[in-house]
């Protein structure tokens, strides 16, 4: 994701975030590496709620944002189902073994099962 965000910045028609992120910065020329680690952190912030520091300036960027944000939308989605099914699974498989335990106790309760005998 962090290579096409960049891609998109320095490959368009239109200018686009490198160019518009340079001028609020007020540098001549954007080095490689800080132009691909804000690359990298634009990217993984669409995944937690996006960034206001770096935004899409052309027609090109911004559709590529909505689809990554539409992505990470449903990553969230699918992560979240994931969890609550384990979960859901994990209660399923303890509820059913403490009701056979419940009944156990019951049972040598109703059948004057000592406790020393019924601990073993």
């Known amino acids: 994701v962090a290579c096409c965000w960049y891609g998109l910045g320095v490959g368009t028609p239109d200018p686009g975030w490198v160019e518009a992120h340079k001028t609020e910065m007020g540098m001549e020329k954007m080095d490689l590496s800080y132009a691909y680690i804000t690359s990298l952190h634009w990217s993984l912030s669409q995944f937690?709620?996006?960034?206001d520091e770096v935004r899409p300036q052309n027609i090109y960027e911004r559709i590529f944002a909505v689809a990554i944000f539409l992505l990470a939308f449903v990553a969230a989605a699918v992560f979240v189902s994931a969890v609550t099914s384990s979960m859901t699974r994990l209660h399923i498989l303890t509820s059913g073994k403490s009701k056979q335990l419940s009944a156990l106790r019951w049972y040598l309760q109703e059948?004057?099962?000592?406790?020393?005998?019924?601990s073993r």
Do not use: F, K, Q
């Open 111 to 118: 059948n004057g099962v000592t406790v020393a005998l019924s």
């Open 48 to 51: 937690t709620g996006g960034m």
